[in-house]
């Protein structure tokens, strides 16, 4: 079966792939609160995966395996550690999740069709090969999804910023993209007031905040990238220092004549904060470690910025490219902003590397 819905180019894509980061953001934070974190194993890249990891990443290639069968998906996650004995106490947790979130009620929205709600558990091997899906290499043409299921780990396990992030590409172009932020503040203006917000666009029809709690049936708010002058901008970055060069962006902000402190976000919630105007640049430079950016880790957030009425490129002022397969290639950074200020940064960043330059002779 595919799923039919013509109302919209991608209506029914935009609905499944709602659902489906809904669920997977309810796995996660139960998860959470339930304390897997002892339950981490390391891979090779010795990056913390979490049960959280594997649980989210097949519920939502299960779903998509359903609604959409022909369509290729690039996710981070494999499940090679989950198939050896020594990953057995993991897999079984993995399992429990999976199947206790595909078969939890139907919310308003969901339709059972997608394979969801109660009697649809799914067996380990389906859920091992649910996780396998995400083996896609990518490439410049054809349709495919990819996915991060946690983006911002070291953000999950520290109970800070964390995305489920899920876009849908056709020959190599975002359309669609879905970002779920179970920690994130409904409004920044109350840090301390409600939390759980789903982010939304899709190619033409715009940017938008929903609620975590009932995406589907609930309120949405359009979001618009506002206009920023130097003393209101400021600039979105990485927790993680060895995720970007942060001492680069304290040197693009000043010239730039930023005042304002930056604001430090794990994960892809950064591209959130920037296309409901709660920071002004959110620039990512690569410390020089030959890291390749990976695609699942900007899709989404890039058509969210986009679609907010901004721009995304890299630290050239190119645009990102998707097509070269699970990575974005040579890694020339990132830089998303309103459309207004990318020229300035662009020239900022261009400025700053030259003097980096310079000082290396
Ligand atoms: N060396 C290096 N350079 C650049 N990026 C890296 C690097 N190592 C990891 N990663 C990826 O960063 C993802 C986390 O996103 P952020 O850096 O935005 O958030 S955080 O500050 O780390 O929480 C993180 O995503 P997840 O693995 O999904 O958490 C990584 O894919
Ligand atoms: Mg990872
Ligand atoms: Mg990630
Ligand atoms: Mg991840």
């Known amino acids: 079966m595919a799923a039919n819905d013509t109302a919209h180019p991608y209506a029914a894509e935009t609905q499944i792939a709602i659902a489906a980061v809904r669920r997977a953001c309810v796995l996660t934070a139960s998860v959470f609160n339930k304390l897997v974190k002892q339950e981490t194993l390391t891979k090779d890249d010795k ?16 779903i998509l395996d359903r609604t959409f069968p022909d ?29 206790d979130t595909l078969s939890a009620d139907l919310q308003p929205g969901e339709k059972e069709e997608w394979g969801l709600g109660p009697n649809h558990g799914r067996t380990v091997d389906q859920l091992l090969d649910a996780i396998d899906r995400g083996n896609y290499d990518g490439g410049r043409t054809g349709r495919m999804w990819t996915l991060d299921p946690i983006d911002g780990t070291k953000g999950f396990l520290r109970g800070e910023q964390y995305a489920v992030c899920l876009a849908l590409l056709v020959d190599a172009r975002v359309e669609l993209g879905v970002i ?56 979105l970055e990485s927790v993680e220092k060895a995720h970007a060069k942060l001492s680069f962006n304290e040197r693009v902000s000043q010239i730039l004549g930023v005042t304002r402190a930056p604001t430090r976000i794990d994960s892809q919630a950064k591209y959130c904060a920037l296309a409901r105007g709660d920071g002004g640049v959110y ?43 699970r990575t974005l290639g040579e890694n020339y950074g990132i ?27």
């Open 47 to 62: 990056s913390p995966v979490t049960v959280g990891d594997f649980a989210a990443q097949a519920v939502i290639n299960t």
């Open 180 to 235: 779920g932020c179970p920690n994130l503040p409904v409004a920044a203006s109350n840090p301390s007031g409600p939390r759980g917000c789903i982010f939304v666009a899709v190619r033409g029809q715009g940017a938008y905040q929903l609620l975590l709690d009932n995406p589907l049936g609930g309120e949405r708010t359009k979001l618009t990238i506002p206009t920023f002058t130097a003393e209101s901008l400021n600039f």
């Open 71 to 99: 369509d290729p998906i690039v996710g981070e996650e494999d499940a090679t550690d989950l198939r050896i004995e020594s990953g057995r106490a993991l897999r079984d947790r993995i399992v429990e999740l999976a199947n």
């Open 283 to 325: 620039l990512r430079m690569p410390v020089g470690s030959g890291y390749k950016e990976k695609i699942w880790d900007h899709a989404a957030g890039s058509i969210l910025v986009e679609e907010a009425g901004g721009v995304i490129s890299d630290g050239r002022g190119e645009p990102l490219d998707f097509s070269l397969g």
């Open 335 to 361: 830089v998303a902003c309103g459309k207004d200020v990318h020229p300035k940064v662009i020239a900022a960043v261009k400025q700053a590397k030259a003097e980096e330059a310079q000082s290396q002779l």
